[in-house]
């Protein structure tokens, strides 16, 4: 008679284990084989009948991304707090695009929203339930929510913020089971020729290059198309996050100083002090 040995508790779970090592090379290489098609023959979606909101939509990036999505969807709500500057992007992409885009403050509706959800917290706190999941959050963060920037500390700590943010929804939607719907992609630029960085002059471009703000818009226009996930505007940013883990600090602290990162701050700073004294 053929005995069978009794699987121990052990032994379950170093087959566990297995599968579950088994499983995480399964998906590295299922990712791999899927760059590898997005790159070869990109598939991408259809945006014509989709409602695209903007938020700060009255200059930079915000303005670039009105017109970059107008090609695509003719359906824009543009959001800012200047009202002069959210009807120059108005005017701007339908001279360009002959889309009309819709316009609002964000005064006008922001308190009326903090106001309705004071008055029922408890619904406007509980999971959510989608009726008809679909959508793409794009979080526009920066390289600096990854490594630090001296004298940068509040810009860095809310970069930092808002990829967590949407790593953390990525995976709120992954637990409700609508990440194939519902899509999250995190756009990590640093140094743009926007007013946001006019008097930067990196030491050394070649590590922390200029990037045209035109670019990263169609760069991010693109990665909705293509329901990328994370978003380095300059390729040779890969590799920071890596150089970070990898090299003892004092190395990476003499990376910093041979970029001279440390004096980006301080030409903002003087900068718009001198705009400031001219305008005066």
Request: with cysteine; charged share 20%; proline share 5%.
């Amino acid at each position: 008679m053929t005995q069978y040995r009794h699987r121990t508790p052990q032994f379950e779970s170093i087959v566990e284990h297995a599968m579950f090592i088994f499983t995480l090379f399964l998906c590295c290489f299922w990712e791999i084989v899927h760059r590898i098609l997005q790159t070869i023959s990109p598939v991408y979606k259809d945006l014509s009948s989709d409602v695209i909101l903007i938020t700060g939509a009255g200059s930079g990036i915000g303005r670039l991304m009105c017109l970059e999505f107008a090609k695509f969807c003719p359906n824009i709500v543009a959001v800012d707090k200047n009202e002069k500057s959210l009807v120059e992007t108005s005017e701007l992409v339908h001279k360009e695009t002959g889309v009309q885009i819709k316009v609002y403050l964000i005064q006008a509706f922001l308190p009326s929203m903090l106001n309705k959800m004071s008055e029922n917290p408890i619904s406007n706190n509980v999971p959510v339930k989608f009726r008809h999941p679909r959508g793409h959050i794009v979080c526009i963060s920066s390289i600096a929510g990854l490594i630090p920037l001296a004298g940068g500390a509040d810009y860095c700590a809310s970069k930092a913020a808002a990829i967590l943010l949407s790593e953390s929804v990525e995976l709120e939607l992954l637990r409700l089971g609508v990440d194939n719907e519902v899509h999250v992609t995190r756009v990590l630029p640093f140094l743009l020729n926007t007013d946001m960085f006019r008097g930067v002059t990196p030491k050394h471009p070649l590590l922390f290059p200029i990037v045209d703000a035109g670019y990263c818009a169609s760069r991010i226009v693109q990665s909705v198309r293509l329901n990328e996930r994370v978003v380095y505007v300059t390729a040779r940013y890969r590799i920071l996050p890596i150089l970070k883990m990898l090299f003892p600090t004092k190395m990476i602290h003499c990376l910093y100083e041979y970029a001279n990162t440390g004096a980006y701050v301080d030409q903002l700073k003087l900068y718009r002090k001198k705009i400031d004294g001219a305008n005066r």
